[in-house]
């Protein structure tokens, strides 16, 4: 069974930097693209990041460029988003992502839960 656990510390000051950790398992993570896709409050869903299944190749929204990286660690099936200079407007439950291949033109075929992200004063 294919499971994708977010965590993440949940309130965070404006400017400040968090960290989200994604525990990936029941699949063959070194070969699955993964990404990360948030939802602000009254909206869409959003492509954050993503990142291909060696780790080699990454993509960034572009309100996000220059602020968050991603990263992922095979051998410990996990999956990263280092995000800094966070702004009111990154609030939002971030979601864990798998694709359902190595890179883009896969679609995603597994979500995690969530965690929340709110950052406020």
């Known amino acids: 069974e294919v499971q994708l656990v977010e965590s993440g510390v949940g309130l965070v000051q404006p400017g400040g930097p968090l960290r989200l950790f994604c525990a990936a398992s029941?699949?063959?993570?070194?070969?699955?693209?993964m990404g990360w896709v948030r939802q602000a409050p009254g909206k869409g869903l959003e492509w954050v990041s993503a990142i291909r299944c060696h780790g080699g190749n990454t993509y960034y929204a572009e309100s996000m460029k220059g602020r968050f990286t991603i990263s992922r660690d095979n051998a410990k099936n996990a999956l990263y988003l280092q995000m800094n200079s966070l702004k009111p407007e990154d609030t939002a439950v971030y979601y864990c992502a798998k694709r359902d291949g190595a890179w883009y033109g896969y679609a995603i075929n597994y979500w995690g839960e969530g965690t929340l992200v709110t950052v406020s004063s």
């Open positions: 029941g699949f063959r993570f070194s070969v699955y693209g």
